[in-house]
């Protein structure tokens, strides 16, 4: 089932760009389930690459595996050729950020104040220079906060700063995800599910998000289950069937593939996914 | 007059409650724990500030000598508090919630024995020392006697209410505070240290506890090995009566709580009921009330 894929990429449009994500033979398992059976993957810079797959098959399990949120059964993980530290806070400060499926704002925050929270670990401040407020930790303050604003108009959110997480509409909470996840500065965005629940306009505003992040050299990685999303936005694409890899490709290559469709249409989808 | 008395009486054992509450609050909104020692980080507190002056000043009574009392009790109480949140509470993180609940009884008893045992003499109450500014005659404002350490001990409370503010709503470390109270994984997953977060609520509460020991000390002019518990208790009954979690609740609950008490020693059976009343309304508030004056958090585990 699990056919070992090489990654030479055909008509990879990231040719003669650097590596950045380097995941290799990654393995999760939860005692007797295997939920990521032996997963691959190499993304490089300005590249969107797309992971689809049915229920169950593993793709948010090894979006944890990423982000250090799980250590991986078996395998590695390599960001800029260092193997990712243990610990989710240094994971992200190695460059690696995300989105949630279910959105995970800070409800009770307002829409800056979530943005600054992702600057945390590109910030020096110690807790006693803050109690003291010198002048570098003011600095930095303004700093921080103007990032954050940069941030919120570069997502189409800079009129809503004061609004309360909650309080915003559900499309806009998907945004303010994706800025917050910008304010750590990282080299790897990973998309769980950007689209879901958005209505076709939406969609298509985020699919122009997405490009421009992408054309600021960012390496993205999108699960999603729209597959025209999928398609019109991805330059390669892995699909995942039970925690293994299927098939990895460009657009047109897993559109056409008998076993995709059948995967989605014949699977089953027995497996539980993990978080 | 005698109301008004008894008003300002209650404000000011109101503020002490309310700098101890803030303690309770601020943990428990970030790890849903009941710290039950924290009226013991009050208390030691207390003796950090008389061990300060009885080390280095013994026989002085000049005002330069209480910022230096206050960093010593500062010192004591946040070392202690950060050793109790390092070595009992961290490893029960993911434990079930009886288990840092007992944990914190017990550290209580610990520390409470501790000092009794070996604080020189602490087995009963010690003297605490005078500052003339703040333990001299009262002032009288018409009928009214208006004690120095009165004004010393809503000042404090004013102080340490507004630096609190600043700090949560206007550093990156309070900002982590809110993010980690409302969801520790994500905060995580958005690089913010959630363990040294964790230590700086305890570190925070701890601050305010010592400068609600050195308060008591002043104003009662006595220090006693289980000085915290009573406190802490009442402290705990004023959070929960705000709301515990909301820290303008927690000051809010302690003025409360303080003047109701003071009104009662007026009015409703003298001072040995005065704690009766106050744990009737912990009661009434428990009851009827869960969420408390100003709401926030519901407790439903406490």
């Known amino acids: 089932m699990s056919t070992a894929v090489s990654h030479e990429m055909p008509a990879a449009p990231a040719a003669g760009r650097e590596v950045v994500l380097d995941a290799s033979g990654v393995i999760m398992r939860f005692g007797g389930l295997t939920a990521v059976d032996n997963v691959s993957m190499k993304v490089h810079d300005g590249e969107i690459v797309g992971l689809i797959g049915p229920n169950g098959a593993g793709k948010t399990t090894f979006f944890n595996c990423l982000t250090g949120m799980y250590i991986p059964t078996e395998g590695t993980v390599r960001l800029r050729g260092e193997v990712l530290p243990p610990k989710p ?187 | 007059m005698q109301f008004l008395q008894q008003l300002l009486n209650g404000l000011t054992i109101g503020s002490l409650y309310a700098l101890i509450a803030v303690g309770y609050t601020v943990v428990y909104g970030i790890v849903q724990l009941i710290n039950f020692a924290h009226g013991e980080v009050f208390m030691i507190g207390a003796f950090g500030a008389l061990a300060t002056w009885s080390l280095l000043f013994k026989g002085t009574t000049a005002i330069w000598v209480l910022p230096i009392i206050i960093l010593g009790a500062m010192l004591a109480s946040v070392s202690v508090a950060l050793l109790m949140e390092r070595i009992a509470y961290r490893p029960l993180r993911n434990a079930p919630r009886l288990a840092p609940l007992i944990t914190a009884i017990g550290i209580s008893v610990i520390l409470q024995e501790g000092v009794r045992l070996f604080y020189p003499e602490a087995k009963s109450s010690l003297s605490f020392p005078g500052i003339d500014i703040v333990t001299g005659p009262p002032i009288a404002i018409g009928g009214l006697d208006l004690r120095r350490s009165t004004i010393f001990i809503i000042l404090a409370l004013i102080v340490c209410a507004v630096g609190l503010w600043v700090f949560i709503n206007r550093t990156k470390q309070g900002r982590a505070m809110l993010a980690v109270s409302q969801d520790p994984d994500t905060a995580r997953l958005m690089g913010v240290n959630v363990d040294r977060t964790i230590a700086i609520a305890f570190a925070l509460g701890a601050l305010l506890a010592a400068v609600a020991g050195v308060a008591q000390g002043l104003h009662t002019r006595t220090v006693t090995f289980n000085m915290g518990f009573m406190a802490g208790l009442k402290a705990f009954t004023a959070a929960v009566l705000g709301g515990i979690g909301n820290i303008q609740g927690a000051v809010a609950g302690g003025l409360v709580l303080g003047v109701i008490e003071a009104l009662a020693t007026q009015y409703l059976g003298g001072a040995t009921w005065a704690n009766v009343w106050a744990f009737v309304l912990l009661i009434i508030v428990l009851v009827f009330w869960p969420q408390g004056l100003l709401g926030a958090k519901v407790v439903d585990r406490a």
């Open chain 1, 89 to 275: 806070s240094k994971v992200v400060k190695a460059g690696m950020a995300r989105t949630f499926q279910n959105i995970r704002l800070f409800g009770n925050m307002t829409a800056l104040e979530n943005v600054m929270v992702g600057r945390y670990c590109r910030t020096s401040s110690m807790a006693l220079t803050s109690i003291i407020r010198g002048p570098k930790f003011r600095r930095e303050e303004e700093a921080t906060r103007a990032r954050a604003q940069e941030l919120l108009d570069y997502v189409g959110l800079g009129k809503s700063a004061e609004l309360l997480a909650r309080n915003m509409p559900y499309g806009d909470q998907r945004r303010l995800e994706i800025a917050r996840a910008l304010a750590t500065d990282p080299q790897v965005l990973l998309l769980d599910e950007p689209t879901a629940g958005m209505n076709p306009k939406e969609t298509e505003e985020a699919m122009h998000l997405i490009f421009k992040i992408r054309d600021s050299g960012l390496a993205v990685i999108v699960i999603e289950h729209d597959m025209r999303f999928i398609f019109t936005l991805c330059d390669r694409v892995l699909c995942l069937v039970r925690g293994a890899l299927l098939i990895e490709g460009s657009p047109q290559e897993v559109q056409s593939d008998p076993r995709v469709i059948e995967a989605y249409i014949g699977g089953d989808e027995s497996q539980e996914e993990g978080e």
